[in-house]
């Protein structure tokens, strides 16, 4: 501070602490020391030859100066000294080591005058880069083959290196990002592993220096397998004949996903049936089987960390038998002609049935150019048929057990073409129209009715032969109802829509109404 205040006052020189290019006087009378500038390289490579240099612009004549390099937080520990006479430029030769990064600096002291205090230079930082050298990737999280859903740790180890950056490979591609992948320092963590974790994982270390060398550490590939779990497996069973009278079940358990090998086993209620180990994803079991039902059976699947089942399903075998039925059902296109038709089959048992239809005694396949068979075992089998020239001829299915051809049931033979599928709609017609011309003559045959029995009972106006007479004139259409409006029942009768209902009220029950008729007058009689 001293120091400082008296170059001001003498005004001798206007040099700052960073300036080099000073030109001031470097020796006089004075007794003390001014500050020290230290400079050198800011970066600088392991076991390399360093020289960083220290200078001092203000100095007493005739004191030797002793100037020392130092970390600026470390003073016992000191680097590199160098004794200056005439004011000249200490260096200061260094062999860099890791632990000289840091803020270096610079101290002067007066070597034989205790009355001249020290001082110190500015810091100068000094970044030391180690190379990288000797990655190599270690899994902390355990085994390097696990089940799904475990999280993997690896860690990338180096024999030497610092200011490092590590890039993570799967596959030699970088690892994706996602909120279950953390990269952190040296290490890589995968939170909830998915099969698509598994591959070949490699660290890349790397370090620069100097902003133009870059260093390289490769580890080598460690290979993690993330097996998933073997999934809930379907069963299915068909059913095989052999040498005549023996038959067997053959049980098929399928998973869709999960690692092989997988052990899959057939249980029945009570007991284990058959197990295998397989590298597949599906197992086949033959049971021998006599025929009816045989309980229910499951299949279990584990492929190391847990079981899983299927469904239960009834092993039942049942002979194919009874009548085989065909019929049809249509769609209608424009002007309700039937342009598409439906035809089922159907036995009446058999838990295996295999169908089979037939066109003019020609076996039909899967599908062709007008029709598509739909199989739905066991209860049917369905054809879809376009109407047109191509598809006209007789059909009929037949039915067989799928594992035995040696009986089969023919359903009866149904002809088919676009004038039958459209003689349907024709047919409800003529019904219609039949029933028309009955009610018209049963009409015709009450009014006949009527007039016999008017001739009977003429002169003798009874209130039945009245109302005869009104039923009958509605039915004709000549009834005016305002004539006869003292008796609306009557009349809304024979209005309504109800005319099939009163055409039905049969002769025989006429008289009956006219004897309740009968009756409500006798008591108004006696009434008065
Ligand atoms: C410096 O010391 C030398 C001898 O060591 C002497 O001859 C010289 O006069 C001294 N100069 C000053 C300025 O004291
Ligand atoms: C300073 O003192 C040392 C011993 O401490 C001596 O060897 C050296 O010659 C002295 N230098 C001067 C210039 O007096
Ligand atoms: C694991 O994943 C969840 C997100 O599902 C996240 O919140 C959590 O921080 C992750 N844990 C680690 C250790 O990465
Ligand atoms: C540092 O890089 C510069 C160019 O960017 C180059 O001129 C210089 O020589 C390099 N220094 C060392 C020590 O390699
Ligand atoms: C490091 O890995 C890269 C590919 O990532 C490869 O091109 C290079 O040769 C490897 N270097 C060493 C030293 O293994
Ligand atoms: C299970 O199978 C065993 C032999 O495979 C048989 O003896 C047992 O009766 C079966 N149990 C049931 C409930 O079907
Ligand atoms: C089948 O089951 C038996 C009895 O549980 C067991 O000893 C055997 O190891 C199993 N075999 C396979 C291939 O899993
Ligand atoms: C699994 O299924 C495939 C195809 O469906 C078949 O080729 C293979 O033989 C089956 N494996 C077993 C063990 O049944
Ligand atoms: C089937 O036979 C009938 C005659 O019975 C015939 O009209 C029809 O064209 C035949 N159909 C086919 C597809 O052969």
Request: aromatic share 8%; glycine share 6%; with cysteine.
């Amino acid at each position: 501070m001293f120091a400082s205040v008296f170059v001001l006052i003498l005004g001798l020189c206007h040099c700052s602490q960073e300036s080099r290019l000073c030109h001031c006087s470097q020796e006089s009378n004075q007794s003390h020391l001014g500050q020290p500038q230290l400079f050198g390289p800011s970066e600088a490579l392991v076991k390399r030859v360093v020289e960083f240099n220290c200078k001092l612009l203000t100095y007493p004549k005739n004191e030797s100066i002793l100037l020392q390099l130092y970390k600026e937080d470390n003073h016992d520990n000191l680097l590199s000294e160098y004794t200056s006479l005439a004011g000249e430029v200490a260096t200061f030769p260094m062999i860099i080591k890791v632990n000289h990064e840091g803020n270096l600096e610079c101290v002067a002291k007066a070597q034989n005058n205790s009355k001249i205090g020290p001082t110190v230079s500015n810091t100068h930082h000094l970044k030391v880069i180690e190379p990288v050298k000797g990655a190599q990737l270690v899994v902390t999280s355990g085994p390097v083959e696990f089940f799904e859903g475990r999280t993997l740790e690896l860690q990338c180890k180096l024999t030497a290196g610092n200011h490092v950056s590590y890039t993570w490979l799967l596959n030699g591609q970088p690892v994706s990002q996602s909120p279950h992948h953390r990269a952190t320092d040296n290490q890589l963590l995968i939170n909830r592993t998915t099969a698509a974790d598994s591959g070949s994982y490699r660290c890349v270390a790397t370090n620069t220096f100097n902003n133009t060398q870059v260093f390289r550490s490769n580890s080598s590939e460690v290979v993690i397998t993330v097996k998933d779990v073997v999934s809930n497996p379907d069963i299915s069973f068909s059913v095989l004949k052999e040498d005549s009278h023996y038959y067997f079940a053959v049980f098929t358990c399928r998973s869709i996903k999960g690692m092989p090998p997988v052990t899959f086993s057939l249980y029945n209620r009570t007991e284990l049936v058959a197990n295998t180990t397989v590298d597949a994803r599906n197992a086949t079991f033959r049971v021998p089987l006599v025929l009816g039902h045989l309980g229910m059976l499951q299949c279990q699947a584990n492929n190391g960390d847990q079981v899983v089942y299927s469904e239960w399903i009834p092993l039942e075998v049942v002979p194919v038998g009874g009548p085989v039925v065909l019929h049809y059902d249509s769609d209608t296109g424009e002007n309700y002609a039937v342009i598409g038709l439906r035809l089922y089959c159907k036995a009446a048992r058999g838990t295996h049935p295999r169908y089979q239809w037939f066109l003019n005694k020609t076996l039909l396949n899967d599908s062709g150019s007008f029709y598509y068979v739909q199989h739905q075992p066991p209860e049917q089998s369905i054809v879809l048929l376009s109407v047109g020239r191509s598809s006209a001829g007789t059909y009929h299915c037949e039915v067989s057990d799928s594992f035995d051809s040696s009986t089969t049931i023919s359903s009866k033979r149904k002809y088919l073409d676009k004038e039958v599928v459209n003689r349907l709609p024709v047919l409800v017609v003529v019904v219609i129209f039949g029933c028309f011309t009955f009610l018209v003559l049963l009409v015709s045959v009450c009014c006949w009715a009527g007039v016999v029995f008017r001739r009977r009972q003429y002169g003798e106006k009874s209130l039945l032969s009245l109302e005869m007479q009104r039923v009958i004139a509605a039915y004709e259409g000549e009834l005016d109802v305002s004539q006869y409006d003292d008796d609306a029942d009557v009349v809304n009768t024979a209005r309504g829509g109800e005319f099939d209902q009163a055409s039905e009220a049969s002769v025989d029950e006429w008289p009956q109404i006219g004897r309740k008729k009968k009756t409500l007058e006798d008591e108004a009689v006696e009434e008065h």
